[in-house]
């Protein structure tokens, strides 16, 4: 298993949104391959605006002194076991920015391929069903 390499984390804000956006819907893609892109593309784009607008908020970790390279993010909703996404940029995998940023956290909505062993490492439930509102 690989440590916990500290980043520093802070807040995202309205500047990483395309970042998020496009990375969250170019990685996620390949989890939902039985979609048309028209319909992924659309309906996954509403999906991650009612998040953020609602109970989601963006967390990033960037190498430290360097605020403005993202390394990591993370979707996490305000309930505080909940995350909805995590992604790592390539260059910054396997040095524990994705467990930085889910640590304390539960449950994930969303799950991709690379997930899977983060799941299993982490012990997160998988419960999609939460975005279709409270149970």
Known sequence: MTAIVPGTERDG???????????WLRSYRKSQPEMRDTDYYAFQRRRIDR???GPGYV????????????????CLDVA??????????QEY???????????????V???TEGGKLLK???????LP?????PL
């Open 13 to 23: 804000g309205p500047s990483d949104l395309n970042l998020v956006y496009d990375s």
């Open 51 to 53: 998040l953020l607008r």
């Open 59 to 74: 967390r990033i970790i960037h190498p430290t002194g360097a605020p403005s390279v993202i390394a990591a993010w993370a």
């Open 80 to 89: 505080p076991a909940v995350a909805h996404y995590v992604y790592v940029q």
């Open 93 to 107: 995998r396997r040095r524990g920015f994705a467990r930085q940023l889910l640590l304390g956290r539960g449950v």
């Open 109 to 111: 909505t969303h799950l």
């Open 120 to 126: 299993s490492l982490m012990e997160l439930r998988y």
């Open 129 to 133: 069903h939460l975005l279709d509102g």
